[in-house]
């Protein structure tokens, strides 16, 4: 474990759960009638112990999404996250982009997010993604880091396979 982190997931606890007690899901936007399909699986990638999304992410029906999400209090409350500087992340894909997707407890609709793309590269590598650089998505709402609620891996926006690994997740600062 380093130093200036603190866990969120590093798959220690029995899939589907995460470290810190909540249950990674898989969310597509079959939920809004699309078309994207996906499975989620905790296997060994390239060496590595990881919870895997695959599937095929279409535009069809007004479409678009596959993610996986985990609430990150089990109750379903919030996290004050605003003692850290961002996300790390280690993941291995199929060399597309990838999103990951914040949501506060002021965060209403399903659609909207705080929102930040990342390259999933063949090979694993770590990612650190600082608040400063998450976006809002159909909000106008600044990012609240007292009232974190939730982060989605996503596949997002266009058609594509989808196909990516994570091997841990923890907040940096």
């Known amino acids: 474990m380093k130093p200036d982190c603190t866990v969120i997931d590093d798959l220690s606890a029995p899939h589907p759960h995460a470290a810190i007690g909540a249950r990674w899901e898989l969310i597509s936007d079959r939920v ?23 599937g095929a992410v279409s535009l069809e029906n007004n479409g678009g999404f596959v993610q996986m ?20 992340l280690d993941v291995l894909g199929n060399g597309e982009a990838y999103n990951l997707h914040l949501r506060t407890a002021d965060v209403t609709r399903p659609w909207q997010s705080y929102r930040q793309s990342f390259t999933a590269t063949r090979e ?15 909000l106008d ?33």
């Open 32 to 54: 809004m009638g699309g078309v994207s399909r996906g499975v989620m699986e905790r296997e060994r990638v390239a060496g590595r112990m990881a919870l895997r999304m695959r």
């Open 141 to 173: 709402a600044a990012l609240d880091l007292s009232r974190l609620r939730r982060l989605g891996l996503v596949a997002i926006g266009r058609a594509f396979d989808a196909d990516l690994a994570l091997a841990g997740i923890r907040f940096f600062r």
């Open 69 to 88: 999400a985990l609430d990150l209090s089990p109750d379903g409350g919030t996290v004050d996250a605003r003692a850290w500087r961002g996300i790390e």
């Open 124 to 138: 694993w590598r770590g990612l650190r993604l600082s608040f400063a650089d998450f976006q809002p998505h159909r």
